[in-house]
């Protein structure tokens, strides 16, 4: 029987400073920080999204032109595989027409040539025409999701009002609380 270990969460309690005037500075900073932040994390998504919308209109463009070489490539392909199609059963009615000959009347230059078309149809498949890969559409989505993860929306205003809290005389106490899995 496996045994998982106790879960703990840390839980931080502000006990306040005797300065009121100090603490409203604190908090006044706090909110001036996470309004700041909040504007500039705005100002980045936007200007994210016009990268990713100039990303996407050039690799839009050249999934044009892929495109188009692709319908070239693909008639031509259709055209090579239709060819190879003819040849190969070209290639069987003979193999069936010498391989009676060769059975029936036992005749050598019938036998050599089924022989021949036997190895040459056998290799044939590697000769088979192959299909162009159609190119990928660009995804704006996937895009826009790339460029947005530079953004980050943590300043640190938590970390500087901690500091604030206490070079104003206030305490900050951590504890370490059981949450799951606790000796009782």
Known sequence: MLSCGPKYKIVKTYI?????????GCKRR?????????ENYRKCLKESADRAKKIYEVLYEDYKRSL??????????????????????SLREDYKFYSRICSKYKDREA?????YLKRFLRNLPYERPVKPVRPVKPDYRR??????????CDC???????VCF???????ETKKICVENCDR
Do not use: H, M
Request: proline share 3%.
């Open 143 to 152: 895009i826009l999701a790339k460029e947005s993860k530079a953004c980050n």
């Open 166 to 172: 206490q070079s104003c005389g206030g305490r900050i």
């Open 111 to 115: 036998c050599r040539r089924r022989d």
């Open 68 to 89: 188009e070489d692709y319908y070239f490539q693909y008639r031509e392909y259709l055209f090579a595989l239709e060819r190879f199609r003819s040849i190969e059963y």
């Open 16 to 24: 306040p400073p005797k300065d009121e005037a100090c603490l409203k």
């Open 30 to 38: 706090l909110a001036e920080c996470k309004n700041k932040c909040f």
């Open 156 to 162: 640190r205003c938590t970390q500087e009002y901690n």
